[in-house]
């Protein structure tokens, strides 16, 4: 259909930023939006936040980590830990969107040639000639090993995607690290982020601190996590969370939160 002058036009990724161009005037004005502030408890102390300026970050809960069949499993890893996350997100994620708030997938999702993964990448996913490293393919086949579009890179099929839900592929532990997910955020305009996922101590840790290190606001969600990795582990990472990088919390305190805002509303 042909636009006429006084038909309006919106340039940008989000409501909130975007220019907008009306009888023939370009507005760069951004509207002002009103917070929608959740008041919720951490392990430091009450917390509020902007609904409409944060983000909860599922981090790696794909089926070749995920999946008794996967990468990870065919490993020997411990399904029962890289599984731990999916009740509490199973609760927390329809509550998340009802109240306004937006999801970011953010997974591995390798290049099929893997010319941009580094020699030490290649070796901590190989270890020696005989196993699978990323991109091979595992005894039980599903194809090769989180490449983008693959089987083993989707997420698990127990966590139900949205159709307004963000998708962002990394390959790296952090998921700043090379990729776009730092240019959606600042354009949504989200400044506040919420983590979960696997693994607790690696890739859900190296992107809260990348996520810290560029100015964002920095929750981790510590029962919506996971890993192999021993309890101490675990204990380290709360603890220079809390003590560097922003504030530990639990997906059951958010649940809680929200289910009060919206019987309120």
């Given amino acids: 259909m042909k636009k006429t002058p006084g038909t309006p036009v919106a340039y940008g990724p989000h409501?909130?930023?975007?220019?907008?161009?009306?009888y023939g005037v370009t507005s760069l004005l951004r509207p002002a939006r009103t917070p929608t502030p959740l008041l919720f408890t951490s392990d430091q102390g009450n917390l509020e936040l902007d609904i409409g300026a944060s983000a909860l970050v599922v981090v790696d809960m794909q089926n070749d980590f995920c999946h008794p069949e996967g990468w990870f499993a065919q490993k020997g890893a411990s399904m029962q830990a890289t599984r731990r996350p999916i009740p509490r997100l199973r609760r927390l994620l329809p509550a998340w969107r009802a109240a306004g708030g937006r999801v970011i997938w953010l997974n591995w999702g390798i290049r099929a040639d893997r010319l941009n993964l580094p020699p030490v990448v290649h070796f901590v996913g190989k270890r020696s000639a005989s196993g699978v490293g990323y991109g091979e393919h595992s005894p039980i086949d599903h194809g090769p090993a989180l490449v983008q579009g693959t089987w083993g890179a989707e997420v698990i099929s127990e966590l139900k995607i949205e159709p307004a839900d963000i998708h962002?592929?990394?390959?790296?532990?952090?998921?700043?690290?090379?990729?776009?997910?730092d240019s959606i955020l600042r354009a949504q305009g989200i400044t506040s982020l919420l983590?979960?996922?696997i693994n607790t101590d690696r890739c859900v840790f190296s992107s809260l601190q990348d996520a810290?290190?560029?100015?964002?606001?920095?929750?981790?969600?510590?029962?919506?996590?996971?890993?192999?990795?021993?309890?101490?582990v675990s204990r380290a990472v709360h603890f220079l969370v809390a003590q560097c990088h922003g504030f530990v919390a639990t997906a059951a305190a958010l649940n809680t939160a929200l289910t009060s805002m919206q019987q309120e509303s």
């Fill in 195 to 197: 983590f979960a996922g």
């Fill in 212 to 232: 810290a290190f560029l100015g964002y606001d920095c929750v981790l969600l510590r029962d919506a996590c996971s890993t192999p990795s021993p309890a101490y």
């Fill in 15 to 22: 409501p909130d930023n975007a220019w907008h161009q009306h």
């Fill in 168 to 181: 962002v592929y990394k390959h790296r532990l952090s998921g700043f690290w090379d990729n776009e997910l």
